[in-house]
């Protein structure tokens, strides 16, 4: 089992930055692929980013890109989102999610087997 808490979300304006942090317990840490989901109200939940076990590859949608930057600490068992010039449509529960190296090559929610609570992030205009 892989344990997963998350933290950082919160409530800012329209062009503002955010970092989420996701720490892990559990197995080890290294041998998962790490990545960041948000849901929307009303809306499925949709991949945002993800970072291979050795941190060196990286995998964003296209929403995202150029704004956001995920990264992972494997000594200290932690993935952080870096959120940057943040926008109204950016507003979701994010979530921080742990997989298989198979798994993790998708962005189907259901592939990924371990999950945290999610934190909130809202961006006013």
């Known amino acids: 089992q892989v344990q997963l808490v998350e933290s950082g979300g919160g409530l800012v304006q329209a062009g503002a930055s955010l970092r989420l942090s996701c720490a892990a317990s559990g197995r080890t840490f290294s041998n998962y692929v790490m990545g960041w989901f948000r849901q929307a109200p009303g809306k499925e939940r949709e991949f945002v980013a993800r970072?291979?076990?050795?941190?060196?590859?990286?995998y964003y949608t296209n929403s995202v890109k150029g704004r956001f930057t995920i990264s992972r600490d494997n000594a200290k068992n932690t993935v952080y989102l870096q959120m940057n010039s943040l926008k109204p449509e950016d507003t979701a529960v994010y979530y921080c999610?742990?997989?298989?190296?198979?798994?993790?090559?998708?962005?189907?929610?259901?592939?990924?087997?371990?999950w945290g609570q999610g934190t909130q992030v809202t961006v006013s205009s």
């Open positions: 999610a742990a997989s298989t190296p198979i798994g993790g090559e998708t962005v189907i929610p259901t592939h990924w087997g371990y």
């Open positions: 970072v291979r076990e050795s941190g060196g590859s990286t």
